[in-house]
């Protein structure tokens, strides 16, 4: 990583159990320990490369208390939604660039296809796939075949103007639509800021192929990007105070 935002890396976390500081490191066992494809098969977490983000377009949140409180401190991701359709429902947080080192520069558009970060994968259980298609995704158009539906927002079977990237990479969940006047589900995505759940959110590229393809002032280190989202929380925790 050649290039740096101008916010620190703080590695220093506190133990919610105990109290204690602890300098903890990105832990790159979960994602990236494979040694039956990987060139590399145990890197270190100072070797792992991030691309399609930055500490600037962060925003973390404290969620309420209760329930299992699996979920303390979390990262909310980017992504081009429909803001009217969310208004009374979105959830906003603590934008990285309040912390003054940006000058003048805005908080980045949802839009922005460097910075939202789109996942390699998705899960969900058979209960949330219903009740996206019946509740939260457009005119009930989340399923196929999607031709017989009252509005043909997926043409040609879906792949009209959709590539592999917008089904593998959710596109259809976290934006507004594939284009325009497609009705999309507007979630949003939440990341656990704990740094022992945080590695688990990363997925490995098995293609290995990014860190010559992605310009060196895209490319942002697992560890710094840790680091900096700490930050981040900590100058959000002084805010509320």
């Known amino acids: 990583q050649e290039h740096l935002d101008p916010i620190k890396v703080d590695l220093n976390f506190e133990n919610a159990e105990t109290g204690k500081v602890e300098e903890l490191m990105f832990d790159p066992a979960p994602c990236c320990h494979a040694p039956y494809i990987s060139t590399k098969p145990t890197p270190t977490g100072d070797q792992i490369m991030l691309w399609e983000t930055a500490v600037m377009a962060t925003v973390v949140r404290e969620m309420p208390k209760g329930g299992s409180n699996m979920l303390d401190w979390v990262m909310l991701q980017q992504g081009p939604r429909d803001?009217?359709?969310?208004?009374?429902v979105f959830v906003g947080g603590?934008?990285?660039?309040?912390?003054?080192?940006?000058?003048?520069?805005?908080?980045?558009?949802?839009?922005?296809?460097?910075?939202?970060a789109q996942q390699g994968g998705w899960m969900a259980t058979k209960k949330q796939l219903i009740d996206m298609?019946?509740?939260?995704?457009?005119?009930?158009?989340?399923?196929p075949p999607f031709e017989g539906t009252t509005r043909s927002h997926y043409k040609d079977d879906g792949l009209f103007m959709n590539n592999v990237e917008f089904w593998s990479g959710g596109?259809?969940?976290?934006?507004?639509?594939?284009?325009?006047?497609?009705p999309g589900c507007n979630m949003q995505r939440v990341i656990?800021?704990?740094?022992?759940?945080?590695p688990w959110h990363f997925l490995y590229h098995t293609s290995n192929n990014k860190q010559h393809r992605v310009t060196r002032e895209r490319r942002v280190k697992a560890n710094n990007f840790m680091g900096q989202i700490n930050t981040v929380v900590k100058a959000a925790k002084k805010a509320k105070l």
Not at 108 to 116: A, D, E, I, T
Not at 133 to 143: A, E, N, V
Not at 192 to 198: A, D, I, M, T
């Open 94 to 116: 603590y934008w990285s660039g309040r912390l003054g080192l940006y000058g003048k520069e805005e908080k980045p558009s949802g839009g922005n296809p460097r910075l939202f």
């Open 192 to 198: 656990s800021l704990n740094p022992k759940h945080f």
């Open 133 to 143: 298609q019946l509740s939260h995704c457009g005119d009930k158009d989340f399923f």
């Open 83 to 88: 803001t009217f359709k969310l208004r009374n």
């Open 171 to 182: 596109y259809s969940l976290f934006t507004s639509g594939s284009h325009g006047d497609s």
